[in-house]
């Protein structure tokens, strides 16, 4: 082979090139070149002289050459191509051609490099561009190579191309083959953007011709890429993760992904940031992490359930890979349900929800699994005092079918034998697992398959037994019909269920079981009309299936009578459209509406009550029975979502948000925390579907190039039909639950204090929360109501509210993690007056929650301790150490008064009442 | 069972159970005062033998002191039947008042009370509900404990809602026997003329025992647990008796009851339910919005006693106590330096071999002197 193409060897070759090129006359070249590529150019170049040519063959894919010469030397020829650009050339004496991008070689050794002669002469000065002797490292010129490289979009033509162009395609790490969702590509002058989706899928529209695009995605180092736009066409980006350079002090602009996206209220976490969070037990926990972010709440550190700008746990749409799963938690509450190795980031929207998502009113919590590595199998698995667990990624035959697999167990009943007798008795267990299988079957089709367990059993020292298990499998199929429109086409079942059996040989042996099943269907599209418009549309429908209650008898003695509830069916549909309008480059606007319907199917007897009347069954005046998929009722109504976007400047935007919001679906519950024997009821004729509304202001100003962000929201929100419950209330196993609920409404506002920096080798976030959360009970025929029917604070009502967190690498392999938390104590109500019945001292209670549990702080501190850096190693692994609750604070969980021996004494409840250390290994490979 | 039977009773004082460091601690809130005192009636009209009800008003929160008991005095409490037939009760001192009557159980029955501020309250007629026969009282050794449980049943499925209130009593015997006793007229040890080796103590349960067997196809209570007494329990070192007294209760008054006890007894989980505000049954006439505490029921009630002697018991069920001993010199001062409190109780002479007594071996005063803590009465149903 005559041409000598070798990617990199022009570096390395170079100490062999010594003197300039010697012309000689049976080397000139002739010839009608008409658009021929640089390799068909150098082909016959080669072929009628004896000059050999080094270049970087990636580097000329796109240039196409019409030249017409005769006799020509080959110095004029390449004057002629190569004049007004970056290419640059060297003919050594040998006649190799050198041929490089934005510097040239030097052919002879600078002047006096073996006898220490004095440099006298302007050898190395070349066209002004630097000359030097390419020492740099391979990898940084690949990134050079691909930054500076001019990929040609569409049919190539050789004249200038007019008109707009459409552009599309996937932006994936580079590393692991990953989809980055959310990443900002856009060009300046004018200024231009687009996100990649969900599925990392981006299409933009630009004028033909060339132009230089900037991608920037969270935990990525940005990205450049010089495009020639000739026609529609597919153009797919790979990021580089950013990994931790030793000694470097990280510079980087573009940040501006907060100003500049129109949603807002919406956070995004990647589990990098996670995992830098320290945690309980060094369980990293997707929950808790989301927990830390302004706005969220819980009522206790024993409770993941969110509470969302002063909404309720049961508000919450939570989405893993689109399933939606009913008890995101682990042993009885203190730990999620999700695994961390699989997950890729976590989203919350709390404030503008895209039509897309319905069906909760207060947020949807968005957990996305990583896609799998498509170039090579790789997994982790990790080892700590409470669980271990292993994930395995990879291609599975050629990179079109990745798939990712997590599983993850505990073995936690060892605890419990350290415990002192009283609870030596009691088992907990649990475990989850996690399937995502992602199939290119070709440029336009994709499928996506998740699969999702996860199963908690426990007994507490006695012979009930507690269980409950999710289970959720997804299929979604994905065609792009063209760069510009794409549909989603998934249809899905969730399931969650629980048991609590007392098994003893009594005849009150019993098992109690629920369960919920859905079955849904989503078709979504997405039409990118133009740069300015991007209208997404579509349908979904979702059939429940809620198994009430059964309550049966267990072994040969029980006297249990069986008792089941009816069955509930609804069929919930929506359908919506939704418009993200470029205004001007500093205007933006989302629009969109949903429109929810929702039919409560029989087969069902429905009790009719008395109107104006408590509904007792003193007051019922008919139970009619429908027949099965007859229907009994129907709601429904328009959603309206609707955020907006100024850009007062390049690094200061003011953003809006009015949403409307439809729940069909109540969970009930009369404690204050989530338990694993909450039961979900559907909205019937006596009970009506949750409403909700929220108005938000923001403010976003990026400091120091954007490396510090920093933003202010205020909201606004009500909400109806919040179900309470009165006195006495029985929850499970109830045939006519309306009787035991009372419609409350609901309030809230407050403002979101936020500073971040993200990057660099101290990075964090500062927030302050101001909020308040009231209830009102407004159901004029309840026969009791709560604080005789005035405004009160609710369960998770803590006003003030602070969080910083922070890291700090102090170098490659050693980073500190800190965090403090403050926040006013949760309501609480308590007595305020005693008296003596039934031999003891008994206590008459306040006003619902008209007191506070003392203030809550805690601080963490975790160090991550990596092990060596080298690639090339069959393990990675890492150490992660630290401790909750530094202080040792005693922060109450709950404050309450219990007779005892006939008298009352008050106790404060802490949950991680001390300091936890914890550590944690992981291993990569 | 109780209604509340799948709330889940997590008393995990700390969960992280690896760190079980003291995660329940004390807590006084400070809590405003009010100054309303509202009437609590407490009582069941019983048909087959003595009514007793007790009035009294609820009072601030006062960091554990009970002393201030507030009894309402002076009142008119009357029973009153839905055909206009009354029976007053007498007062008895302190709040209590009481009558003798037999009611018929086919009828329904109301209290009706006026205090001694002329405020007039009225209870909602009740049905009488007549308790079945306890079945038997059984008892077994449990997690190193012994357990009372009851069984009964109501052939008929009528009662359904059971509550049950105990009395134990028990036998105890000093660790030493004593034939000297203080005299505080004097500030001398002379010989004891009435022994003090044998007494006897008894206590009112004040937990709320509930059960029913409403989701059960029979009216049937296997195993309701009555009271847990742990190992080593000086209650059973020589003979204890437990009677208990068995109450059928209708729906609403189980509600009532169940609300009392979970407000007072099932908190301090990390589950717990929000306070339940239930009301009673009792009514102010001239105020409809005012809480009175308590629901009366009406009916018959039954009774068994059984007995558990200390022989029953494992081996390792007797522990000595945990006495002092010291030899308090026949010295004036130093006797009633010891003895004048009962701090210490002599038991023993020590004499010199010529007679003259140098002191007295005492103990600690509960070890030797039964009576500091009981009674020397033997009950008339005492074997």
């Known amino acids: 082979m005559k041409t000598g193409i070798c990617l990199f060897c022009s570096f390395t070759l170079l100490l062999f090139s010594l003197n300039s090129f010697a012309q000689d006359r049976d080397n000139l070249i002739s010839g009608n070149f008409h658009e021929v590529t640089f390799h068909e150019f150098v082909e016959k170049v080669e072929a009628q002289t004896d000059f050999h040519f080094y270049y970087d063959a990636s ?80 990898k940084v010129a690949q990134v050079i190579s691909v930054e500076n490289k001019l990929f040609d979009i569409g049919i190539k033509r050789n004249d200038v191309p007019k008109g707009k162009v459409n ?24 200024h ?60 980087e602009a573009g940040k501006e992904k907060n100003v500049r996206s129109t949603t807002m209220g919406m956070d995004k976490l990647t589990m990098t940031a996670i995992k830098q969070i320290p945690a309980v037990m060094g369980e990293v926990d997707v929950l808790r992490a989301v927990l830390t972010l302004p706005g969220v709440k819980s009522v206790g550190e024993a409770s993941t359930g969110l509470n969302v700008r002063g909404g309720a746990t049961d508000q919450n749409l939570i989405l893993f890979n689109g399933l939606n799963i009913y008890n995101p938690s682990h042993l009885f509450g203190f730990f999620s349900a999700f695994d961390p190795d699989v997950i890729k980031d976590v989203t919350l929207y709390k404030s503008s929800i895209p039509a897309k998502y319905g069906g909760r009113i207060s947020s949807v919590l968005d957990i996305t699994s990583l896609d799998g590595n498509d170039k090579k199998i790789s997994g982790s698995a990790g080892i700590g005092p409470l669980t271990s667990k292993v994930t395995i990624e990879g291609p599975i035959v050629n990179s079109k079918t990745t798939f990712v697999v997590g599983a993850r167990t505990t073995y936690s009943d060892w605890l419990f034998k350290t415990l002192p007798k009283d609870y030596e008795k009691s088992r907990a267990s649990f475990q989850d697992g996690t399937i995502h299988i992602n199939r290119k079957i070709n440029s336009k089709n994709n499928v996506y398959v998740n699969g999702y367990i996860s199963g908690d059993k426990f007994n507490l020292n006695s012979d009930t037994t507690y269980q409950y298990h999710n289970k959720n499998a997804n299929i979604n199929w994905k065609h792009n019909f063209n760069n510009r429109f794409y549909g989603v086409l998934s249809v899905g079942i969730d399931h969650y269920d629980y048991q609590v059996a007392f098994n003893a040989d009594s005849v009150n042996a019993y098992k109690l079981g629920f369960s919920i099943n859905q079955y849904k269907a989503n078709l979504d599209f997405s039409y990118f009309l133009s740069n300015k418009h991007t209208v997404t549309f579509g349908a979904s429908s979702l059939f429940y299936d809620v198994h009430s209650g059964s309550f049966d008898p267990a072994g040969k003695s029980s006297l249990i009578i069986p008792d089941t509830l009816e069955a509930e069916h609804a069929l919930e549909s929506a359908l919506y459209l939704s418009d993200h309008y470029n205004v001007s480059a500093d205007f933006s606007i989302d629009a969109g509406v949903r429109f929810s319907m929702f039919n409560y199917m029989g087969a069902k007897h429905v009790n009719s009550y008395a109107p104006g009347l408590p509904k007792d069954l003193n007051n019922v005046l008919a139970t009619t029975y429908y027949p099965a998929g007859k229907i009994i009722k129907t709601y429904m109504g328009p959603e309206f979502r609707l955020s907006a976007r100024y850009s ?17 679906i109540h969970m009930l519950t009369n404690s204050t925390t989530i338990s694993p024997t909450d039961v979900w009821k559907l909205s019937d004729p006596n009970l009506q579907p949750q409403l909700g509304t929220q108005v938000a202001l923001g403010l976003y100003k990026n400091f120091k190039n954007n490396t510090i962000e920093t933003s202010v929201e205020v909201y606004y929100k009500w909400f109806s039909h919040y179900l309470d419950y009165r006195s006495g209330a029985v929850l499970v196993m109830n045939h006519h639950i309306e009787t035991d609920v009372i419609n409350t409404k609901g309030r809230a506002y407050g403002a979101e204090f936020l500073l971040k920096k993200s990057t660099g080798k ?62 006013t104590g949760r309501p609480i109500t308590l007595p305020v007056a005693e008296y003596d019945y039934a031999g003891s001292v008994r206590v008459l209670y306040s006003d619902r929650n008209a007191y506070r549990i003392p203030d809550y702080f805690r601080t963490d501190l975790s160090m991550n301790l990596e092990g060596n850096h080298k690639i090339h190693q069959f393990t990675h692994n890492s150490w992660t150490l630290g401790v909750y609750n530094l202080t040792a604070r005693k922060n109450a969980y709950s404050v309450y008064f219990i007779s005892q021996n006939g008298n009352i004494h008050g106790y404060k409840l802490s949950i991680f009442g001390t300091a936890i250390p914890f550590i944690t290994y992981n291993i990569r490979f | 069972m109780e209604q509340n039977q799948f709330s889940i009773k997590l008393l995990l004082y700390c969960i992280p159970i690896l760190f079980y460091v ?21 009582g069941f009209l019983t048909v087959n033998g003595t009514t007793n009800i007790k009035l009294s008003h609820t009072r601030n929160i006062t960091s554990g002191d009970t002393a201030a008991y507030i009894n309402e005095v002076n009142a008119k409490v009357i029973i009153e039947d839905n055909n206009n037939n009354i029976f007053p009760l007498d007062e008895n001192g302190r709040g209590n008042y009481s009558g003798n009557y037999f009611l018929n159980s086919n009828v329904q029955y109301r209290l009706h009370i006026i205090t001694s501020d002329q405020k007039e309250y009225f209870s909602d007629f009740v049905k009488c509900k007549v308790s079945p026969p306890i079945e038997d009282i059984s008892w077994k050794f449990n997690q190193g404990g012994v357990q009372i449980s009851l069984n009964t049943r109501d052939p008929n499925n009528n009662t359904k809602y059971y509550r049950w209130s105990y009395t134990e009593t028990w036998e105890f015997h000093s660790q030493y026997h004593s034939n000297l006793e203080y005299n505080p007229v004097d500030t001398t040890v002379i010989y004891r003329k009435v022994p003090v080796f044998v007494c006897y103590r008894d206590r009112d349960g004040s937990a709320i025992i509930l059960g029913t067997s409403a989701k059960l196809a029979q009216d049937v209570i296997q ?24 109450y059928a209760l209708d729906s609403s008054g189980y509600n009532y009851w169940n609300a009392i006890k979970g ?29 009175v505490i308590g629901y009366i029921g009406a009916g018959a009630t039954d009774q068994k006693r059984i007995f558990i002697s200390n022989s029953e018991m494992p081996s390792d069920w007797n522990q000595p106590p945990n006495c002092t001993e010291y030899e308090v010199l026949n010295i004036v001062d130093t006797i009633y330096h010891y003895m004048a409190s009962k701090s210490y109780v002599p038991y023993l002479k020590d004499s010199t071999p010529a007679g003259v007594t140098k002191g007295f071996f005492s103990a600690s005063g509960s070890c030797v002197d039964c009576t500091i803590t009981g009674s020397l009465a033997k009950p008339t149903f005492w074997p």
């Open chain 1, 59 to 138: 580097q000329f894919d796109s240039l196409t050459i019409t030249i017409a010469v005769s006799n020509a030397h080959l110095q004029s020829v390449l004057d002629r191509i190569f004049n007004n650009t970056k290419w640059r050339y060297t003919i050594d004496k040998d006649h190799q051609v050198f041929i490089t991008k934005g510097f040239s070689l030097a052919a002879n050794l600078p002047y006096g490099f073996f006898n220490g002669e004095k440099d006298t002469a302007s050898l190395a000065a070349n066209n002004g561009s630097n000359t030097n002797y390419i020492n740099q490292p391979k």
């Open chain 1, 167 to 190: 552009m599309a395609g996937y932006i994936r790490d580079a590393q692991t083959g990953e989809s980055i969702s959310g990443a900002l590509l856009y060009k300046e002058h004018p």
């Open chain 1, 192 to 251: 231009v953007q687009v996100n990649s989706d969900q599925f990392g899928y981006y299409s933009i529209i630009l004028p033909a011709g060339r132009h230089t695009l900037n991608v920037i995605a969270p935990g990525m180092f940005d990205a450049v890429r010089q495009v020639m736009l000739y026609s529609d066409g597919k153009f797919d980006i790979e990021m580089n993760e950013k990994v931790v350079k030793l000694k470097e002090v990280l510079v």
């Open chain 1, 648 to 664: 007062v400047s390049g690094n200061t935007s003011i953003k809006a948000s009015a949403n409307s919001l439809r729940q069909y």
């Open chain 1, 762 to 823: 101290i990075n964090g976030w500062l927030s302050y929360t101001y909020s308040r959360s009231l209830l009102q009970q407004d159901d004029p025929y309840a026969a009791e109501k709560i604080n005789g029917g005035a405004e009160y604070p609710s369960n998770f009502d803590q006003p003030h509210n602070f969080t910083f967190i922070g890291n700090y690498k102090i170098n490659h392999r050693f980073s500190i993690s800190f965090n403090a938390t403050y926040s």
């Open chain 2, 22 to 42: 003291g995660c329940k601690v004390p807590y006084d809130p400070s809590i405003k005062s009010s100054n309303t005192h509202l009437l609590v009636v407490e």
């Open chain 2, 223 to 246: 195993d309701a647990p009555i009271l847990f007494i742990g190992n080593h329990d000086r209650r059973i070192s020589v003979l204890y008796s437990i009677l208990v007294t068995q």
């Open chain 2, 263 to 291: 407000n007072t007894e099932n908190v301090g989980s990390i589950f717990d339910l929000q306070p339940n505000q239930t009301r009673g049954n009792i009514h102010c006439v001239s105020d409809s919005t005012e809480t």
